[in-house]
């Protein structure tokens, strides 16, 4: 165990990380509730929307149908966008762990790039196709990218589950003591793991259909009979998908290694709690309640798995002997400071317009005219992105003219 510790600290970048190995961490945390909550909506709304499709007959069924498969259209480019982020983190704080278990299954880590290409496109082709009178077999294109989306969520999980079994490596790199550098297995799956995070799709579509019938109540060509069949629809998903995806997710608590203590850690109990919760509360949800709070909640409840998966990989690699805490740290200031301000000044500003911008004009019927507020917001946000890319050129000439005086 220790030999394994070893080798993983010394498979650390010797530049060390710029900053605390916790901010990191966090980062890693917030960002992947983040990927997690579009990986589930768009599980949940393409697996819907099939459903939808096969039962469009049915009065709004048809209508329902076309609106989620543009959802989970753009669904996967967000959680695409997404996974960038805790991507890198992850790379900066376990980057031993993480480059060790792609290697390991190289092919499925490359597989995963092309599946998901073809698996965007067989959407794009049904997303295409998929308006009144379409025919049944264009949702061939449906079912075989829902099921690349799902073999995708399998590969990112043997990758980070793979992480977490250091002990295991060797045998995988050299069974029997003969090196297979084919990278053509997929070497450790959690079954209970991979199923609860994927099941949490039920919920996901359900929460998102509630917000959907509050966000379009001003508008008319959104008659009430239509917002009530989908909120109707989304309470009754939101809290039998809760309570399902409470099976899996105790499961889960009960496969923890037994000498980890992790079966009985608190935070896994919240998390079953938090389900078992949403579950009980979604129920009993009527017309009268904010269509936004069951999605505000759940994704409290993605924040807490996510914490809860970060504690799981912390306990299991200090079993190893490896712990973030003792990455070396060369603190670079300029450089955390401008991420920073990115964060704030361009994610939060510019970001921000688009979404308000977005928001409201989706809840105006017709034209669409920015108020003061919005419009300043606006003006904003373009004063921020000029005082961003000058300061971006600006110090890296900077730092350029510098090295090369030196
Ligand atoms: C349809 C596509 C995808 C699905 C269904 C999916 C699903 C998942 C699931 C289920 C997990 C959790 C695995 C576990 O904890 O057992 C996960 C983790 C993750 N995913 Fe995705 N994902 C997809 C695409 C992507 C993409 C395109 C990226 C990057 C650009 C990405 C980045 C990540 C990262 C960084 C993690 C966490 C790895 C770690 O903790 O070390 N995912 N994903």
């Not at 264009?138 to 980070?160: P, Q, V």
């Not at 980890?260 to 896994?268: D, I, N, Q």
Request: charged content about 10%; overall charge positive.
């Amino acid at each position: 165990m220790a030999d394994i510790g070893t080798i993983m600290n010394a498979m650390r970048d010797p530049a060390g990380v710029p900053g605390s190995p916790v901010l990191f961490q966090a980062l890693m945390v917030i960002t992947w509730s983040l990927h997690i909550a579009f990986v589930n909506l768009t599980l949940g709304a393409s697996g819907l929307a099939i459903f939808a499709f096969h039962n469009r007959g049915k009065p709004h069924w048809a209508r329902l149908s076309i609106t989620l498969t543009q959802v989970a259209k753009v669904g996967v480019s967000l959680l695409i966008v997404l996974g960038v982020a805790p991507l890198l983190f992850t790379q900066v704080i376990y980057d031993p762990q993480w480059y060790a278990s792609n290697v390991l299954s190289g092919r499925w880590a490359i597989a995963f790039i092309l599946t998901l290409v073809v698996a965007y496109c067989c959407w794009f082709a049904f997303y295409y196709a998929n308006r009144e009178g379409a025919k049944k077999h264009i949702g061939l294109y449906a079912w075989i990218a829902f099921a690349l989306f799902c073999l995708d969520g399998l590969i990112m999980h043997a990758l980070s589950y793979q992480e977490l079994l250091p002990g295991q490596w060797m045998h995988w790199y050299a069974p029997g003591g003969v090196v297979d550098t084919s990278g053509a297995s997929l070497h450790a799956i959690q079954w209970p793991r991979y199923i609860f995070i994927m099941s949490l799709g039920l919920p996901a579509v359900g929460v998102f259909l509630m917000a959907y019938a509050h966000y379009f109540e001003p508008r008319e060509d959104h008659e009430p009979s239509y917002r009530e069949f989908a909120r109707a629809l989304g309470r009754r998903l939101a809290s039998r998908g809760f309570t399902i995806a409470l099976v899996p997710m105790l499961a889960w608590q009960f496969v923890q290694p037994a000498a980890s203590g992790l079966a009985w850690h608190p935070v896994g109990w919240a998390l079953a709690a938090a389900l078992l919760a949403m579950g009980i509360w979604t129920a009993r949800l009527d017309a009268t309640t904010h269509g936004y709070r069951p999605a505000a909640a759940s994704f409290a409840v993605l924040g807490l798995l996510a914490v809860w998966r970060e504690i799981i990989r912390a306990v299991s690699l200090k079993r190893f002997g490896y712990e973030i805490g003792n990455y070396p740290v060369h603190p670079d200031w300029p450089t955390t400071l401008l991420f920073f301000a990115t964060l704030v000044g361009v994610g939060g500003l510019v970001g921000g317009f688009y979404l308000v911008l977005l928001y409201r004009s989706g809840r105006t019927q017709g034209h669409y005219t920015a108020d003061k507020n919005v419009s300043l917001l606006g003006s904003a946000a373009i004063v921020v992105l000029g005082i961003w890319t000058a300061v971006f050129f600006i110090y890296g000439i900077a730092v350029w003219v510098r090295n090369s005086i030196i």
